[in-house]
């Protein structure tokens, strides 16, 4: 499985813009970059996911740089409920659910 | 949304018994869900990928033997911690996808083994 690289924490204050980054240098032409989200004691949420384009949802937009090695996860006003470790992984596509592997994560705090 | 519910949610069994744990997709079929399992202040690691109607298939240095997998229909995966010791004591998670890309977690299930 491709590497991804997320730095271990930030911060940010309530209500304001979040920008969570991910490398991953070594993705494969065909692999979607999928984003999700755990809180504590929960099983994990999805929030995103793309291939090329830029893609946006009710939770947040997806920023995926041209070269494909690296995107970014755009919370556009963050709340106290936003609080998580944000996962960010490669996988090749599936009909049926992808087989993911977690990496570290990014683990967000939001200030009130 | 697709929901996928596990039970039990939190389970506490003496050392040397077995737990088993069931994972449901409740609106959609699977036919293959994932089981992860989570230390504190850990990331998920996939144990397993479930696939009704045949084996599973393990991850390198998950023991076969020790966490049983059934994918007996296309709503229900078992995941069983046979003969259950401390160190198995974990967050078991369970996921499954349809065909959107997306994946759907349950809520997780925390066994404590004394």
């Known amino acids: 499985d491709a590497k991804t690289t997320q730095p271990n924490s930030m911060e940010s204050n309530e209500e304001e813009p979040v920008h969570l980054p991910c490398n991953h240098s070594t993705i494969s032409g065909t692999d979607y970059i999928h984003w999700y989200r755990q809180l504590p004691s929960q099983g994990p949420e999805y929030v995103i996911h793309g291939l090329t384009s830029n893609v946006n949802n009710r939770m947040a937009s997806l920023a995926i740089a041209e070269d494909r090695k690296s995107s970014t996860l755009i919370l556009h006003r963050a709340t106290l409920r936003d609080a998580a470790v944000y996962y960010c992984i490669l996988s090749p596509p599936r009909t049926s659910g992808s087989r993911l592997t977690f990496g570290e994560g990014t683990q967000l705090t939001v200030n009130p | 949304g697709a929901v996928v519910s596990q039970h039990p949610s939190r389970v506490i069994c003496k050392s040397g018994t077995s737990v088993k744990i069931e994972c449901r997709s409740l609106d959609f079929q699977a036919t293959t869900m994932f089981w992860y399992r989570q230390f504190p202040k850990q990331s998920l690691m996939l144990m397993a990928t479930s696939n009704e109607g045949s084996k599973a298939t393990y991850e390198q240095g998950v023991e076969k033997d020790k966490f049983l997998i059934n994918h007996a229909s296309l709503t229900l995966s078992t995941l069983t911690v046979t003969s259950a010791h401390p160190e198995d004591s974990s967050f078991y998670i369970c996921?499954?996808?349809?065909?959107?890309?997306?994946?759907?977690f349950g809520e997780g299930s925390r066994l404590t083994v004394l």
């Open positions: 996921s499954a996808g349809e065909n959107t890309g997306e994946l759907f």
